[in-house]
């Protein structure tokens, strides 16, 4: 049944028709914030429900599969998280928290069809409506403190987001223009014969600019140190995660347009990866505000991302997919830690971690776990991820590539280490107690319990995105 297909796309769009109306009137914050806890959680189930449906809707451009499934599976159970990790919104006044949850589902319905578009229309239209929800989220920062970062960090993230949609659809034109079509199915086979013209590798270089800058990848990187400092914490989290999830699927469907003959485009792809790993590991070195430095060190793992898309295999494009999902987790879980540390919603410095295993042990085990996962030591998923990651490119012939990508994950781990080090070494001085209530318990302990497995027991993911990857291709 066709609307069986449509199912978590139907559901999220009446969802927000619900958050509208409660949007129309005055106090209605708490109304909103339970409506859109219990959209996200029902929207998981549902996508659960059409995990293994298949098939074509609206003309053949909008595509259902185990590779669209697994990544709206994965979009809407960071959506969740991210409303549960963030339900007081101590960062934005109640007058306008109705507003807030709508753009944020309204981002979350944006990124969900983005993953089943493969026509250049319809991927568009649903990058757009993601990606103008999060530039309406940024500024939704209350003022109390004084500081206005948020305005300036929201007018760099729009200005920067449209000149990344500028030269997207730029590329868009060449490929529309060399081709005679906007279907991804119709111009594999008619890139694939005129892969090494140099009009065809622009075309195909300008339209990953735009999920570029989704996933943060040098140079279309500049807005992240802003827009995260500048953002409330909830919203750092959610861009910091969800989004990034619907670039690394348009970029494998993209980069198989050139498969196998665009070496034109492995090169570009390799010399980002080191670029990015470079610029975000460095620069995270000397970071004092945490969100900042997950911000840089963001930009270093999405160049590993990029380490899975050189290879041009569908076991590269699935290692791709399983480090992009332990990234979810782990930054998710940094997240639980910020969120719940700062007082009223203000920014959180590393130094505000002192003592941390005194004043909430359980959260300072959630951030040494995810530290420790995102620093790539074992047994966590961050390890795992980049052992794949690594081996798979290693075995494509990129060793030049494979030691700069190691050297940057011993760059890495002085930075990450130094967090757990105030953490748990540093004293807490005059610092209070941090209260965690019983629902943010649970949500750090599921989201440690899924770091360790997934850095113990990959092969149940590998194995899932390797089979979806080899259906599209």
């Known amino acids: 049944m066709k609307l069986a297909l449509f199912a978590p796309e ?23 914030r339970n409506a859109v806890i219990g959209i996200a959680l029902i929207n998981v189930l549902v996508c659960l429900f059409s995990f293994r449906a298949e098939g074509n809707l609206f003309y053949d451009a909008y595509r259902v599969d185990l590779f669209s499934q697994i990544f709206k599976l994965m979009i809407s159970g960071g959506f969740l998280a991210v409303l549960l990790l963030g339900r007081q919104l101590k960062g934005v006044s109640e007058d306008v928290r109705p507003e807030y949850y709508l753009f944020m589902l309204l981002s979350t319905l944006g990124l969900v069809f983005l993953v089943s578009s493969v026509e250049l229309l319809s991927i568009f239209i649903a990058l757009e409506l993601s990606s103008f929800s999060l530039y309406l989220l940024v500024p939704m920062r209350d003022d109390r403190h004084g500081l206005r970062y948020q305005m300036e960090s929201a007018i760099k993230y729009i200005l920067f987001g449209v000149v990344a949609t500028g030269v997207m659809l730029f590329g868009m034109s060449y490929l529309f223009g060399l081709t005679g079509t906007t ?15 140099p009009a065809a590798m622009i075309g195909i270089a300008m339209v ?20 995260y400092e500048g953002a409330s914490n909830e919203t750092t989290a959610f861009i910091a995660s969800v989004p990034k999830l619907g670039a690394v699927a348009l970029l494998i469907r993209v980069t198989m347009l050139v498969a196998p003959q665009g070496q034109a485009v492995v090169a570009l792809l390799t010399i980002l990866a080191v ?13 004092k505000d945490i969100k900042r430095m997950l911000g840089f060190s963001g930009i270093a793992h999405a160049g590993f991302v990029l380490l899975g898309l050189v290879t041009l295999k569908d076991t590269g494009y699935a290692a791709s997919m399983f480090y992009i999902i332990g990234y979810l987790v782990m930054i998710i879980a940094c997240f639980v830690v910020i969120c719940t540390v700062s007082k009223e919603g203000e920014n959180v410095t590393i130094d505000d971690l002192s003592g941390l295993h005194k004043r909430a042990p359980l959260l300072a085990l959630t951030l040494g776990v995810s530290m420790f996962a995102l620093a790539g030591i074992p047994p966590f998923v961050g390890f795992m991820g980049k052992f794949i990651l690594l081996t ?7 060793l030049a590539l494979v030691i700069l990508a190691a050297l940057n994950t011993a760059i890495a781990i002085y930075y990450y280490l130094s967090v757990v080090r105030i953490t748990f070494c540093a004293d807490p001085e005059n610092r209070p107690l941090v209260k965690v209530d019983m629902l943010t318990g649970i949500v750090s302990v599921v989201l440690m319990v899924i770091i360790i497995a997934m850095g113990v027991a990959p092969a149940g993911i590998i194995d899932l995105a390797t089979s979806a990857v080899s259906a599209i291709l």
């Open 208 to 227: 990953m600019g735009g999920f570029f800058f989704k996933l943060a990848v040098f140079p279309f990187h500049f807005w992240v140190p802003d827009v």
């Open 275 to 287: 670029c990015s790993m470079f610029y975000g590991n460095l620069i995270a070195l000397v970071q």
């Open 392 to 398: 798979g490119a290693l075995r494509e012939g990129h």
């Open 183 to 197: 279907y991804l199915n119709q111009l594999l086979p008619k890139l694939h014969a005129i892969a090494t013209q």
């Open 10 to 32: 139907l559901f999220l769009l009446m969802g927000s028709l619900v958050l509208f109306f409660l949007t129309i009137g005055k106090d209605k914050a708490r109304q909103s």
